[in-house]
């Protein structure tokens, strides 16, 4: 961790980060420092290395201008206009002091957006949680779809609410995402920053190949810095999806000594990192260990429309059940999803479908205040309930015991079973993620060499 913060730097740069509101504001207050740095020492050391800077400094910001990179061409437009005033050239420092005017109120409209998404999204965590349980650092959706805009207008009467239901769940269903996207900000000492943006795919993660044991999750992203610039900071912007649970961060293999700001967003749990003064040939590499959650799509008939609602429950370490106990309890885990009629009307129609995770076997029982009507439909990765003459105030819980699939020969068994589906015999939805499923048993195998 050679070149990150010492404690010095801890206790005052980043005490004052961990205080900013949301990351965007962050990186403005260091944009703002960058600006007052009127009187540091000189960028280069000479008027011919300046001269060479600028003319670089001009072309990169011409290339991350052209790829929408908001932060990264601020701060090439400060140092331009800086250089700029060195040099005595008025109009050159004129023109880019538009260009900063612009994009720094790009900066500002981007601010407001995401301020109003996060909000949004608190605001549905908190109308939902009346209905469904919402785990900690997940966010729900829901949407609301006109019976009009499925079918036309015709008699209601004649309409089979089963099937319209049905027609949603395959088209709306909630997705199982396979990667995290990412955003790093690079200011390198010279002055010069750039932007990656990027989708960067989980991986499976075995423990200890020796014997094979559990498989996990993983995803890593690095940022090398091969130049002889050294990074002077680097604002990283991680966003988890909600289908996964982060059970632990490190950061070149050790446990952050900084700490991230997070946020419930809309396409995951936002994860933001500010690390200061990296040395050439040195690197970032954040690495998240990941555990699957079960994933359930809602979709509840109401007056006129059909809502929909998507959202991710987690699996808790649990006990094997019965006097007979086949595995050892490290592998067994729990899961407890509830919809509740918190609406002023007898529910009917009612489907719910779980996504369970790959490589898990799982036994399933229903729990319900009152013994209204409810069928269950199961599949080796799906388990559908359908739910009818629901009363208020009435809830329906869906009790999952988990055990996870620890041995080699089981993994092997689940995986080929996998690849023997044939998706072409199932609906659309379900020949998506069918295949997405078999894509990940596919992987697997080749990755332990039994393919």
Known sequence: MSGFATAEIKNSKEE???????????LEEKLNLIEKAE???????SEKEKEKLLSELIQLFVEEKGKKHILSTIINCRIIIKLAKDFGKPVLKEKFSKYL????????DLHSKEDEEYKSVKLMIGELKDIINVDDNVAPEMENIPIED?????????INMEDLANQVLEEHAVEVKESIKSKSVIHHQSGKATEIHRDIDIDFDVNNPEDFGSIGYVVINTIENSSEDPIEEAFIQD????????????????????ESNNRTMKDG???????????KENSIEFKYHLKPRISRTIVLPLKNKLTVIKTHSSIKKGKEKGKNKKIDDSSVFDAYL????????????????DIIPIFYAYEVEERKTKDFPSIKESSESFVKWKLNEMPPEQYSIAEYQLIELNKLEELKIEAHKLL???????????????KKRQKRAREFLQKMGLV
């Open 101 to 108: 005017q612009d994009f720094e109120q790009n900066l500002k």
């Open 150 to 158: 499925l079918i036309g207008k015709i008699d209601y009467d004649l």
């Open 16 to 26: 004052l980060v961990s205080k900013k509101k949301n990351r965007l504001k962050e």
């Open 420 to 434: 023997q589906q044939d998706p072409s015999k199932l609906s659309i939805f379900k020949r998506r993620n069918l």
């Open 239 to 258: 966003i988890i999806p909600y289908n996964y649970e982060i059970s632990e961060i490190t950061l070149n293999g050790k446990t952050p000594e900084v």
């Open 338 to 353: 509830k919809f509740l009629n918190s609406f002023d009307t007898l529910l009917n129609d009612v489907v719910l479908e």
């Open 39 to 45: 009187n540091r020492e000189s960028i280069a050391h």
């Open 269 to 279: 749990l936002e994860h933001s990192w500010y690390i200061p003064n990296v040395e």
